[in-house]
């Protein structure tokens, strides 16, 4: 296969919050599958060494993706150049702890333009072009934190419920454009989320039974999660090779067990209220 060939076959890839974590591992996993990435990123320089280990094939672009001109410019600018977007992965975010009185308007207003404005900005962006080839995937890289929430993390999960539920919706308007739609349900990795990423919320005493376990235990596992964001690359990159592509894809066995736990839960929510809820017919 020529070098025109293998460049012709290749998917580009958009990636946001691309220079750590999730990021990093799903660009370097694109890479070394024979893709090519466009790194979003707030600044372009720390992306330097992955690009000189794959010249050529990775770019980096400024790209805070709650700035509406540079997210327009970066999807302009890479189909001017690539020809397609092939891949997006909404990928930037950042931890939040505090329980809801503990988290301020601007903090959960904060939380909400990176994790879930950003995101369908860039998912509205990109779906023309998908659409004009009818092909393309949209990866939305949520948390298990998006089907479930417990004390302390109330702003982070509304944050990925929210888009978990907008892409349930945007997934059956775009099956038959040919377009596709994964939503990544990640549990704890080493990834900077339980460190440099996390963001604490002012505490209120009443709280620390409650929250305080919660901030204590996120701070604590920093670099000690069980999952490694290498191999949730790898199964990534798997996933999208189904001939099938599921809807939600649940990396590392904490977020197996807790999403199972919580269908549980809503079943069982379900058949106690079952003969209230059904009595509520109108009667004709």
Same mark, same amino acid.
């Given at each position: 296969?020529?070098?025109?060939?293998?460049?012709?076959?290749?998917?580009?890839? &958009?990636?946001?919050?691309?220079?750590?974590?999730?990021?990093?591992?799903?660009?370097?996993?694109? #890479?070394?599958?024979?893709?090519? =990435?466009?790194?979003?990123?707030?600044?372009?320089?720390?992306?330097?060494?992955?690009? /000189?280990?794959?010249?050529?094939?990775?770019?980096?672009?400024?790209?805070?993706?709650? %700035? *509406?001109?540079?997210? *327009?410019?970066?999807?302009?600018?890479?189909?001017?150049?690539?020809?397609?977007?092939? =891949?997006?992965?909404?990928?930037?975010?950042?931890?939040?702890?505090?329980? !809801?009185?503990?988290?301020?308007?601007?903090?959960?207003?904060?939380?909400?333009?990176?994790?879930?404005?950003?995101?369908?900005?860039?998912?509205?962006?990109?779906?023309?072009?998908?659409?004009?080839?009818?092909?393309?995937? !949209?990866?939305?890289?949520?948390?298990?934190?998006?089907? #479930?929430?417990?004390?302390? =993390?109330? +702003?982070?999960?509304?944050? $990925?419920?929210?888009?978990? &539920?907008?892409?349930?919706?945007?997934?059956?308007?775009?099956?038959?454009? @040919?377009?596709?739609?994964? !939503?990544?349900?990640?549990? +704890?990795?080493?990834?900077?989320?339980?460190?440099?990423?996390?963001?604490?919320?002012?505490?209120?005493?009443?709280?620390?039974?409650?929250?305080?376990?919660?901030? +204590?235990?996120?701070? @604590?596992?920093?670099?000690?999660?069980?999952?490694?964001?290498? $191999?949730?690359?790898?199964?990534?990159?798997?996933?999208?090779?189904?001939?099938?592509?599921?809807?939600? #894809? /649940?990396?590392?066995?904490?977020? =197996?067990?807790? !999403?199972?736990? $919580?269908? *549980?839960?809503?079943?069982?929510?379900?058949?106690?209220?079952?003969?209230?809820?059904?009595?509520?017919?109108?009667? %004709?």
């Amino acid at each position: 296969m020529t070098n025109n060939q293998e460049a012709a076959q290749a998917r580009r890839w &958009l990636i946001t919050g691309a220079n750590s974590g999730f990021g990093s591992a799903f660009a370097r996993a694109a #890479l070394a599958a024979g893709d090519i =990435v466009i790194a979003g990123v707030r600044r372009p320089e720390t992306m330097a060494a992955l690009i /000189a280990e794959f010249p050529g094939r990775i770019t980096a672009v400024q790209l805070d993706v709650t %700035n *509406a001109e540079q997210c *327009a410019q970066a999807v302009k600018n890479t189909v001017e150049e690539h020809g397609q977007i092939d =891949v997006l992965v909404n990928n930037a975010g950042y931890g939040v702890v505090g329980a !809801i009185e503990e988290t301020s308007e601007e903090e959960l207003r904060g939380a909400m333009e990176v994790m879930f404005f950003g995101a369908m900005r860039l998912t509205r962006l990109v779906l023309p072009h998908m659409r004009a080839r009818r092909s393309g995937t !949209i990866v939305q890289v949520t948390s298990m934190g998006g089907m #479930l929430s417990f004390p302390g =993390v109330g +702003a982070y999960s509304a944050t $990925k419920g929210a888009l978990e &539920l907008a892409s349930e919706a945007l997934a059956g308007e775009v099956a038959p454009l @040919g377009i596709n739609v994964l !939503i990544v349900e990640p549990g +704890a990795f080493r990834t900077e989320f339980a460190g440099p990423s996390l963001q604490s919320a002012n505490v209120i005493e009443d709280y620390e039974p409650t929250v305080g376990a919660v901030r +204590a235990a996120l701070s @604590g596992s920093h670099g000690q999660q069980p999952g490694d964001p290498a $191999k949730a690359a790898a199964a990534l990159l798997a996933t999208l090779e189904l001939p099938e592509l599921p809807l939600r #894809l /649940a990396l590392g066995e904490d977020a =197996v067990t807790a !999403i199972r736990g $919580k269908l *549980a839960a809503v079943g069982a929510d379900l058949d106690a209220t079952a003969e209230l809820s059904l009595s509520t017919a109108a009667d %004709n």
